[in-house]
């Protein structure tokens, strides 16, 4: 359905060979992606000014003089030491179909992710090589066909992404940012930054093209701290809840659109001993208040961020074992039970996956990341009046920027 890209090696062994393999991977993946990215834009463009449902493929816009087995098959060699294959499958009718005239360069990451997917872990390129140079060139290219019109497109969607990223200097260390500009949402919400304001002075933490909201943890440094990317510059953010042992942790900031509010909330965790614990109960409880003003409010609201509880046995890996440590307990759980179930509050990603079983955290602990021995803690909470908006949801686990996983929702507009 996406266009895919295997690489193979054949030659001698060492590094200078795996050098000279990686810069001409790199440098002919790049080629092949805005030489196709180039056509898909043409098809889109066609497409969107035709207004015609008929299918169109791609290998028709490319090359036309080259016949299908050359153009699905690309070798190149690199003097006497590696030779690389690239079978580039070109997008067919379903991805056209799929998005449509929907923007080009969403179209462009869905594929490019696929390709640095499968191309990172034997050309040994670096992600974020790809991430940064390569996908932005295809937006770029396809901005310039004419394709791309956020605005006016009936199937624009809305892109929200939570990450606790448990450090945000480490997770930037990892490669988070160029992963970040890649996916191109509209909101980012970040968790557990533990940074203060003097130590986010590098350009790199205000990403280009997006106004960036930081609330750090003035009760104790390097601790908590929440964050939020807007392409679109908010009307307003909210940092406090009028609770001030909850706000000096840093653990709320709020930004509001219209009326619309994106939140990125850090729940206390519970796990370090029964004081924290307490705090945690206490917050659920006063968080139920916050909530269901918000809800009463008339507003649209999508709250992001690490809540620091599973909620069904689908949600951790081992269910039975965790019942009394925190995170899993009953009365966390049950508070769950009453958000979702009696007050309407809708957790996105049971909405849109409800027998699927997929993990947000894992411990640093043994190879719990490597077994999938995770749990579900990182949640998109929105409000009743957006549960039909709801389009697609996934968590990103190619990469490890953090203890926890991205978790990725789209929205319709």
Known sequence: ????????????????????????????VEHELSRRWIAYGK????????????SLTLPACVDEKRTQAERRHRKIVAGDAARVWIDAVMPDDNVVTQYGHRDAVRAAREVGQRVGNHAHPSAGVARRVMDGCVF??????????G?????????YRMRIISLNANGIRSAANKGVFPWLQAQDADVVCLQE?????????????????????????????????????????????LTELGWDAFDHEGRYIEARFGNLSVVSLYVPSGSSGDERQQFKFKAMERLTQIFDAWLSSGRDYVICGDWNIVHT???????????????????????????????????????????AVEYTWWSNRGQARANNVGWRIDYQVCTPSLRGRLKACSIYRDESFSDHAPYIVDYAD
């Open 1 to 28: 359905m996406a266009a895919i890209v295997q690489l193979a090696t054949v030659g001698k062994s060492g590094a200078q060979v795996q050098a000279q393999r990686n810069a001409v991977v790199g440098v002919h």
């Open 313 to 355: 046995a689908n949600d951790i890996k081992n269910w039975k074992s965790n019942q009394n440590n925190s995170g899993c307990l009953p009365q966390e759980r049950a508070w769950l039970d009453l958000l979702f179930h009696e007050r309407g509050w809708v957790d996105s990603f049971r909405a849109i996956k409800p027998d």
């Open 147 to 155: 394709c791309y019109d956020r605005a006016s497109s009936p199937e």
């Open 43 to 54: 098809i889109l463009q066609h497409r969107a000014q035709s207004g015609s449902a008929q």
């Open 193 to 237: 930054t533990r940074a203060q304001d003097p130590q986010l002075s590098d350009a790199m933490f205000h990403p280009s093209g997006r106004h960036c909201f930081y609330r750090h943890a003035s009760s104790k440094k390097g601790y908590s701290g929440v964050a939020i990317y807007a392409r679109h510059k908010p009307d307003a953010v």
């Open 136 to 145: 932005m060139a295809v937006a770029a290219v396809a901005t310039c066909c």
